[in-house]
Structure formats: structure tokens, C-alpha cells
């Protein structure tokens, strides 16, 4: 990628589109790269650093890990503590 859009930025009316991001690194790499026009759902764009405080951000982070998990039909035994339900 880092190839094409140093040979884009040489060549007139050319520009690199990096296109349908599904993950946030992602979106950071491509701007990183200088890549011209980056697409990617709402839902990535609403994950980006710059739309969330880093509390908020690690927050939804740990949520998203913690839906999916429950999801997945995951459990954590921790020692010492009580479940819920007991």
C-alpha cells in the first residue's frame, strides 16, 4: 500500500482509496500511510480515537469483550468471589 500511494502522490489525478475498513487500526494505518480517501462503516468511524475520551474508548472495548463473551456462553471463575446466583 505504502508503495502505491507514494507512486499515486508522483502521477496526477490519482488518489489511493482504501475502501470498506472494518477495524479501527485499520483506519489508523491507511491515515498513517497518507492513503487519499478512507471508507469504513459508522460503526468503525464511532470507535476512532479521536470521537471518544481514552476512558470512554477502553470502556467500550472492554464491553465489546465482555457482550461477546457472554455471547459465546463464556464464563470467568474467580476465585473467592460469589457468583450472582449463588
Not at 462503516?41 to 457472554?70: G, H, I, R, W
Amino acid at each position: 500500500m505504502q508503495d502505491a500511494i507514494a507512486r499515486a502522490r508522483k502521477t496526477p489525478n490519482v488518489a489511493i482509496a482504501w475502501a470498506s475498513t472494518r477495524e479501527v487500526l485499520k483506519v489508523i494505518e491507511a491515515d498513517a500511510m497518507g492513503c487519499h480517501i478512507i471508507t469504513a462503516p459508522a460503526d468503525v468511524l464511532e470507535k476512532l480515537p479521536a470521537t471518544q475520551n481514552p476512558a470512554e474508548l477502553s470502556l467500550s472495548a472492554m464491553k465489546a469483550f465482555c457482550d461477546d463473551a457472554l455471547a459465546a456462553g463464556l464464563t470467568l471463575a474467580i476465585p473467592g468471589k460469589m457468583h450472582a446466583a449463588e
